[in-house]
């Protein structure tokens, strides 16, 4: 099968793989014409079912791959098909990267120090948590197709991509000093074991020999990796075929020591070691444990004698440990039939520097202890204690991922992923297990605590054992630790590539690109530079537990993955490995989490803030990818059970905050009108309690589906980014935006999370609008909010609102509280002045003292209640007292009244006109004959045709200022149109606009025409004679009276919130309302109008 090449990024949105967008070629010839018009949103099975049987899962670019071009000269590549099975796929590669450098180099040492009881129960917990994780990442690896990807996939995939992206970071960084690990081994052996005279570091003295070795480890360790990494730069292939080379020599090696185990029944090998006291010596430097030996009757004194005393001389003056103590030789391997088991049963844990000592034997203690380091001693290199040892260990069990990381090469994942790992772990379980029994019951217990063999000759402990030689140990370990940094530096750039070219994490893009055949080039880089710092640690003992920490985060998070899904039981949560359960996920979790800080706690919490760091930059920062993930599921699970909690009893007044509902206007652009109701919002809200901002447009869903879409996502959540408002965008289609608005005060929101409050801007050109629907809408959404029991703000001058970048130096925030609907007034200053716009701001409260109220105590009274409410604000009583209604309030009100009057009979008018352009267009249906015959006859009967009075919509602001000039304009073109009509016949009338068609009356029609004409003229004449109405009169007084407190007091403070109001019941005075509220607000810049919503919002109690 061939694919273009760079057509493996296949979409993930798709429910299925391979979902191009060819679908319609399937459908050409087939009889299916019933379902054409969906052909291309909805494939036929059988295509369908040919993609998934056509699909190949690519592996992640390990495979060398052949290039070819076709006759049309498009480069292609042949792959071919996954070809592996359960054993050589997963099995195998488990295998070699669970057994390595811990087992030859520290297993013994770890024995030794712990004892088998301590050592068993550090292999068994982590070979159980490992068994544990390889149960939760096999159900997750058969929970569908496994894409190449491996353990990163699966847990991005799960967990979403903030946790993916951390997690699959940690896993490359504990990858990448895995490989440093191996570096590590592979120096250490090749300088302790191999050639320890290729030191380019030699101590001049005892206290330089661990300095120089730690040099001479990072020398050689940096060339080491230069090779590893140019090896696999220049050919993966090259790694591959030395995988099962590297193997088979780790099989040989773990059968020598079997079979050196069976051979110590039979015949223990010879390695004596040599004991001054109880102390254990290093025996390199000498060949007989004696001090002095007698030939030919001759005494002489040894190359020990020489060690510890300043000459050879029997005389010579000596140590005094040395003097005091003999000297025994005992045997390193005493075999498995030796009862050595019993003194290793138990640990033996001790600082640095502290002497490896035989307890069981004797020994003279001295007092002077100062010169013991100069002497041949064996010392502990490090303290120990059992904690240290867990993180040592641990590396020794990783590698369980092998498996799946392999995924896209085996034949079938979903069958052979579950049972390769866990055969694996449960084989090299027992390999470990058997191991840890073994060694403690073959091996003297010094010699396990000697880490470096310096009591066997500086022979590797475990080569002690092997049979038939330790040399066999020794190649085997060495090329175990090749191999597995090879793999290691194989893996991890893989796995950052895959990480680069998700896009979750922006800084790592560059890292997607790599050679032509898809090899990570840049990602290769960048691992052996990490991987250098791992090797210029130059311990293995100390990298260990760094590794550690990063594998047990990613197996923890496996665990967490299975755990959420299976508990949330999502319906795409069905995997085919059953022997699976939340609690085994859980108890992996715990394990994880538990074996991090027993290991290192301090490395545990740096680990867990770097993986933090990353998950919120992958949030703040990272592309936005839906993937199904369970924690997607989760949060819609805490939801659904947080808004039936919330539906369950109504907000305490304590926990009442507003939850907003913004009604916006769209431009014919589909962006949003007023922007600063978004910045407003947000300092309001400080990011806290819930806001939704919608919009209306007018239409049908059918017509403008798509407009909504787009205000919607483009314009809505555009404009809520731009200002910093986190929320809910919805815009829904209505028939009209009164229809749209109630639909949204009733319906929006959900269950607990509905809003109750209402923020809209002031309708500022409603005096100039064409028609009554913007202040009519307004003055409705005023009655819905109040019947809904909502707050409802109106904020005048949107536009001139501070934006979230503003900082307000100076000013006051000042509060009129006419009348208490709740408290609302109070609140809303202390909310803003959370936000850093307005924390410099002042708080000042006014209240209106009538001509009967103390004013003085009234003070009192409020400044005590301020108190109470915990509100820092000073406080004013400003006194209205009564006042006799002022000629201009008189006159302000008669033109109010005229300015409706008028309005209401050109409504009245202009529906009349309607009505008679309807039935002329309903006559106009009739014949042409019959039309010519009426407009003959009544020429012939001396009628007349009169248009109805025609007032444009333009000259309805003008009726104000010139009533007499608007009424002559209205009747002179209808005499006009008179005059026009009876030259021009019929043939005029065809031609006109429809405002301007007219229609021939008959006697008694024109009677009754000049009745009415004659009604509505004395209806005129009634506008300037009319009296104004004394409720509108003293409205009007209290708005012009109280404008002018507040204008006096508050012209120049930074916001004005007032009490809102309440519309008239009688929706006769609607327009006489509106004229009240811009009166009221005259003269001030940045006014929010506040309306509770008839409950309690704010208490004095705790």
């Given at each position: 099968?061939?694919v273009?090449?760079?057509?493996?990024?296949?979409?993930?949105s798709?429910?299925?793989i391979n979902s191009?967008?060819?679908?319609?070629?399937?459908?050409?010839?087939?009889?299916m014409?019933?379902?054409?018009?969906?052909m291309?949103?909805?494939?036929m099975?059988?295509s369908l079912?040919?993609?998934?049987?056509?699909?190949t899962?690519?592996?992640?670019g390990?495979?060398?791959?052949?290039?070819?071009?076709?006759?049309?000269?498009?480069?292609?590549?042949?792959?071919?098909?996954?070809q592996?099975?359960?054993f050589?796929?997963?099995?195998?590669?488990?295998?070699?990267?669970i057994?390595?450098?811990i087992?030859?180099?520290?297993?013994?040492?770890?024995?030794g120090?712990?004892?088998?009881?301590?050592?068993f129960a550090?292999?068994?917990?982590?070979?159980?948590?490992?068994l544990?994780?390889?149960?939760?990442?096999s159900?997750?690896a058969?929970?569908?197709?496994?894409?190449?990807?491996?353990?990163?996939?699966?847990?991005?995939?799960?967990?979403?991509?903030?946790?993916?992206?951390?997690?699959g970071?940690?896993?490359y960084l504990?990858?990448?000093f895995?490989?440093?690990?191996?570096?590590?081994?592979?120096?250490?052996?090749?300088?302790?074991?191999?050639?320890?005279?290729?030191?380019?570091?030699?101590?001049?003295?005892?206290?330089d020999?661990?300095?120089a070795?730690?040099?001479?480890?990072?020398?050689?360790?940096?060339?080491?990796?230069?090779l590893m990494?140019?090896?696999v730069?220049v050919?993966?292939?090259?790694?591959?075929?030395l995988?099962?080379?590297?193997?088979?020599?780790?099989v040989?090696?773990?059968m020598?020591?079997?079979?050196?185990?069976?051979?110590?029944?039979?015949?223990?090998?010879d390695?004596?070691?040599c004991?001054?006291?109880?102390?254990?010596?290093?025996?390199?430097?000498?060949?007989k444990?004696?001090?002095?030996?007698?030939?030919?009757?001759?005494?002489?004194?040894?190359?020990?004698?020489?060690?510890?005393?300043?000459?050879?001389?029997?005389n010579?003056?000596?140590?005094?440990?040395?003097?005091?103590?003999?000297?025994?030789?005992?045997?390193?391997?005493?075999?498995?039939?030796s009862?050595?088991i019993?003194?290793?049963?138990?640990?033996?844990?001790?600082?640095?520097?502290?002497?490896?000592?035989k307890k069981?034997?004797p020994?003279v203690?001295v007092?002077d202890?100062?010169?013991?380091i100069y002497k041949p001693?064996?010392?502990?290199?490090?303290?120990?204690?059992?904690?240290?040892?867990?993180?040592?260990y641990?590396?020794?069990?990783t590698?369980i991922?092998?498996g799946?990381?392999?995924?896209?090469d085996?034949?079938?994942?979903?069958?052979?992923?579950p049972?390769?790992t866990i055969?694996?772990?449960?084989?090299?379980s027992f390999i470990?297990?058997?191991?840890?029994?073994?060694?403690?019951?073959?091996?003297?217990?010094?010699?396990l605590r000697?880490?470096?063999?310096?009591?066997?000759?500086k022979?590797?402990?475990?080569?002690?054992?092997?049979w038939?030689?330790?040399w066999?140990?020794?190649?085997?370990?060495?090329?175990?630790?090749?191999?597995?940094?090879?793999?290691?530096l194989?893996?991890?750039?893989?796995?950052?590539?895959a990480?680069a070219r998700?896009?979750i994490?922006?800084f790592?893009?560059?890292?997607?690109?790599?050679?032509?055949?898809?090899?990570?080039?840049?990602?290769?880089l960048?691992?052996?530079?990490?991987c250098?710092?791992?090797?210029?640690?130059?311990?293995?003992d100390?990298v260990?537990?760094i590794l550690s920490?990063?594998?047990?985060m990613?197996y923890?998070?496996?665990?967490?993955?299975?755990?959420?899904q299976?508990?949330?039981?999502t319906?795409n949560?069905?995997?085919?490995?059953?022997?699976?359960?939340w609690t085994?996920s859980?108890?992996?979790?715990?394990?994880?989490?538990?074996?991090?800080f027993?290991s290192?706690w301090?490395?545990?919490?740096?680990a867990?803030?770097?993986a933090?760091?990353?998950?919120?930059y992958?949030?703040?920062r990272?592309?936005?990818?839906?993937?199904?993930?369970g924690?997607?599921?989760?949060?819609?699970?805490?939801?659904?059970?947080?808004?039936?909690?919330?539906?369950?009893?109504p907000?305490?007044?304590?926990?009442w905050?507003?939850?907003?509902?913004?009604?916006?206007?769209?431009?014919?652009d589909?962006?949003v009108?007023?922007?600063?109701?978004?910045?407003?919002?947000?300092?309001?809200?400080?990011?806290?309690?819930?806001?939704i901002v919608?919009?209306v447009?007018?239409?049908?869903?059918?017509?403008r589906?798509?407009?909504?879409k787009t205000?919607?996502?483009?314009s809505?959540?555009?404009?809520?980014?731009?200002?910093?408002?986190?929320?809910?965008?919805?815009?829904?289609?209505?028939?009209n935006?009164?229809d749209?608005?109630?639909?949204?005060?009733q319906?929006?929101?959900l269950?607990?999370?509905?809003?109750?409050?209402?923020?809209?801007?002031?309708?500022?050109g409603?005096k100039?609008?064409?028609?009554?629907?913007?202040?009519?809408n307004?003055?409705?959404?005023?009655?819905?909010?109040?019947s809904?029991?909502q707050?409802?703000?109106?904020?005048?001058?949107?536009?001139?609102?501070?934006?979230?970048q503003?900082?307000?130096?100076?000013?006051?925030?000042?509060?009129?509280?006419?009348?208490?609907?709740?408290?609302l007034?109070?609140?809303?200053?202390?909310?803003?002045?959370?936000?850093?716009?307005?924390?410099?701001?002042?708080?000042?409260?006014?209240?209106?003292?009538q001509?009967d109220?103390?004013?003085?105590q009234?003070k009192?009274d409020?400044?005590?209640f301020?108190y109470?409410?915990?509100?820092d604000?000073?406080?004013?009583?400003?006194e209205?007292?009564?006042?006799?209604?002022?000629?201009?309030?008189y006159?302000?009100?008669?033109?109010?009244?005229?300015?409706?009057?008028?309005?209401?009979?050109?409504q009245l008018?202009?529906?009349?006109r309607?009505r008679?352009?309807?039935?002329?267009t309903?006559?106009s249906?009739?014949?042409?004959?019959?039309?010519?015959s009426?407009?003959?006859?009544?020429?012939?009967?001396n009628?007349l045709?009169?248009?109805?009075?025609?007032?444009?919509?333009?000259?309805v602001?003008t009726?104000?200022?010139h009533?007499?000039?608007?009424?002559?304009?209205?009747?002179a073109?209808?005499?006009?149109?008179?005059?026009?009509?009876?030259h021009?016949?019929?043939?005029s009338s065809?031609t006109?606009s429809?405002?301007?068609?007219?229609?021939?009356?008959?006697?008694d029609?024109?009677?009754?025409?000049?009745?009415?004409?004659?009604?509505?003229?004395?209806?005129v004449k009634?506008i300037?004679?009319?009296?104004?109405?004394?409720?509108?009169?003293?409205?009007?007084?209290?708005?012009v009276?109280?404008?002018e407190?507040?204008?006096?007091k508050?012209?120049n403070?930074?916001?004005?919130?007032?009490?809102?109001p309440?519309?008239?019941?009688?929706?006769?005075?609607?327009?006489?309302?509106m004229?009240?509220?811009?009166?009221?607000m005259e003269?001030l810049?940045?006014?929010?109008?506040?309306?509770g919503?008839g409950r309690?919002?704010?208490?004095?109690?705790?």
């Amino acid at each position: 099968m061939s694919v273009l090449l760079g057509d493996d990024n296949r979409r993930e949105s798709s429910p299925f793989i391979n979902s191009e967008n060819d679908r319609g070629q399937y459908y050409d010839g087939k009889n299916m014409a019933l379902f054409e018009e969906e052909m291309d949103s909805n494939p036929m099975v059988s295509s369908l079912l040919n993609k998934l049987a056509n699909y190949t899962n690519l592996p992640q670019g390990v495979r060398e791959h052949e290039e070819a071009e076709n006759e049309d000269g498009v480069r292609r590549v042949t792959v071919m098909g996954p070809q592996m099975g359960t054993f050589i796929g997963v099995y195998l590669p488990c295998m070699q990267n669970i057994l390595g450098v811990i087992l030859f180099l520290r297993l013994t040492w770890i024995v030794g120090t712990a004892g088998i009881l301590g050592s068993f129960a550090i292999v068994s917990m982590c070979c159980a948590c490992t068994l544990l994780t390889a149960i939760s990442m096999s159900a997750i690896a058969t929970n569908g197709v496994v894409p190449a990807g491996g353990s990163y996939y699966m847990i991005s995939r799960s967990l979403g991509p903030e946790f993916g992206g951390a997690v699959g970071l940690c896993f490359y960084l504990g990858t990448t000093f895995a490989g440093s690990m191996y570096i590590l081994g592979t120096i250490e052996i090749l300088l302790t074991y191999i050639v320890p005279d290729a030191a380019i570091f030699v101590a001049a003295t005892k206290e330089d020999e661990s300095a120089a070795m730690l040099n001479n480890m990072r020398v050689y360790g940096s060339c080491c990796l230069a090779l590893m990494a140019l090896v696999v730069f220049v050919g993966v292939k090259y790694v591959n075929k030395l995988a099962l080379v590297f193997l088979a020599w780790v099989v040989l090696s773990i059968m020598a020591i079997y079979a050196g185990v069976i051979r110590t029944v039979i015949e223990p090998p010879d390695f004596p070691i040599c004991l001054l006291g109880n102390r254990t010596l290093k025996n390199d430097q000498f060949d007989k444990c004696l001090k002095t030996e007698v030939v030919k009757n001759i005494t002489y004194t040894t190359d020990l004698w020489s060690l510890f005393c300043e000459s050879k001389h029997l005389n010579a003056t000596c140590d005094d440990y040395f003097s005091v103590n003999n000297v025994t030789e005992i045997q390193g391997i005493p075999g498995l039939l030796s009862g050595v088991i019993k003194e290793n049963l138990w640990g033996d844990y001790g600082p640095v520097e502290m002497l490896i000592e035989k307890k069981s034997m004797p020994s003279v203690a001295v007092k002077d202890n100062t010169n013991d380091i100069y002497k041949p001693y064996v010392f502990n290199d490090i303290a120990t204690y059992f904690t240290l040892l867990v993180g040592i260990y641990f590396p020794s069990v990783t590698g369980i991922m092998a498996g799946s990381n392999r995924s896209g090469d085996l034949r079938d994942a979903q069958r052979s992923i579950p049972i390769g790992t866990i055969l694996a772990i449960a084989t090299t379980s027992f390999i470990y297990i058997s191991c840890v029994v073994l060694f403690g019951a073959c091996i003297e217990g010094v010699v396990l605590r000697d880490k470096f063999g310096d009591s066997v000759k500086k022979n590797l402990v475990v080569g002690t054992l092997a049979w038939p030689s330790p040399w066999v140990i020794v190649i085997g370990s060495f090329f175990s630790c090749c191999g597995a940094g090879l793999q290691s530096l194989t893996g991890a750039p893989r796995l950052l590539q895959a990480i680069a070219r998700d896009g979750i994490v922006p800084f790592l893009q560059v890292f997607g690109h790599g050679k032509a055949n898809g090899e990570p080039t840049w990602a290769l880089l960048l691992t052996a530079g990490i991987c250098e710092i791992g090797i210029l640690i130059a311990s293995l003992d100390a990298v260990a537990p760094i590794l550690s920490m990063f594998f047990l985060m990613c197996y923890l998070f496996v665990n967490l993955a299975c755990a959420v899904q299976t508990l949330l039981r999502t319906p795409n949560w069905r995997p085919r490995f059953k022997f699976y359960h939340w609690t085994l996920s859980f108890l992996g979790m715990s394990l994880c989490l538990s074996l991090m800080f027993i290991s290192s706690w301090y490395y545990a919490l740096v680990a867990m803030v770097i993986a933090g760091c990353i998950y919120k930059y992958i949030e703040y920062r990272g592309a936005e990818k839906e993937w199904g993930d369970g924690i997607r599921g989760l949060s819609l699970n805490a939801a659904r059970y947080a808004l039936i909690r919330l539906e369950e009893s109504p907000p305490h007044t304590k926990n009442w905050r507003p939850q907003l509902l913004v009604l916006c206007k769209l431009d014919p652009d589909m962006l949003v009108k007023h922007p600063r109701l978004l910045s407003f919002t947000s300092q309001l809200k400080a990011g806290k309690g819930l806001t939704i901002v919608c919009s209306v447009l007018e239409g049908t869903y059918m017509t403008r589906g798509n407009d909504a879409k787009t205000g919607e996502e483009v314009s809505s959540l555009a404009a809520m980014s731009a200002e910093r408002t986190k929320g809910f965008a919805h815009v829904v289609v209505a028939s009209n935006l009164r229809d749209g608005f109630s639909l949204l005060i009733q319906s929006a929101g959900l269950g607990g999370m509905k809003h109750n409050a209402v923020l809209m801007a002031w309708p500022a050109g409603w005096k100039q609008a064409p028609d009554s629907y913007a202040w009519k809408n307004f003055i409705e959404t005023v009655r819905e909010t109040t019947s809904a029991h909502q707050a409802l703000l109106v904020a005048k001058n949107i536009d001139h609102f501070p934006g979230n970048q503003e900082r307000l130096k100076e000013g006051t925030i000042d509060v009129w509280w006419i009348v208490h609907d709740g408290g609302l007034l109070m609140l809303l200053p202390f909310l803003l002045r959370q936000h850093k716009v307005w924390r410099k701001c002042k708080m000042r409260i006014f209240t209106v003292a009538q001509i009967d109220d103390n004013s003085i105590q009234m003070k009192k009274d409020l400044q005590m209640f301020l108190y109470h409410l915990r509100l820092d604000a000073e406080v004013e009583v400003v006194e209205m007292h009564g006042s006799d209604i002022s000629a201009f309030t008189y006159e302000k009100t008669l033109v109010m009244e005229q300015r409706s009057q008028m309005l209401r009979q050109m409504q009245l008018s202009r529906t009349e006109r309607e009505r008679e352009i309807q039935s002329i267009t309903d006559e106009s249906r009739g014949s042409v004959t019959r039309k010519r015959s009426l407009i003959l006859e009544a020429a012939s009967s001396n009628t007349l045709q009169v248009p109805r009075i025609c007032i444009p919509n333009d000259e309805v602001a003008t009726a104000t200022r010139h009533p007499l000039a608007v009424v002559h304009d209205a009747i002179a073109p209808s005499i006009h149109c008179c005059i026009l009509s009876l030259h021009h016949g019929p043939r005029s009338s065809a031609t006109t606009s429809p405002e301007n068609v007219h229609m021939t009356w008959t006697k008694d029609k024109l009677v009754n025409e000049r009745t009415k004409n004659r009604e509505g003229n004395v209806g005129v004449k009634d506008i300037f004679n009319m009296k104004p109405n004394q409720s509108n009169v003293r409205r009007m007084h209290t708005a012009v009276k109280l404008n002018e407190a507040v204008v006096n007091k508050s012209q120049n403070s930074q916001l004005v919130l007032l009490n809102m109001p309440g519309p008239p019941k009688n929706k006769e005075g609607d327009e006489n309302y509106m004229e009240f509220l811009e009166v009221l607000m005259e003269g001030l810049d940045r006014v929010l109008l506040v309306r509770g919503g008839g409950r309690e919002v704010i208490t004095i109690y705790s």
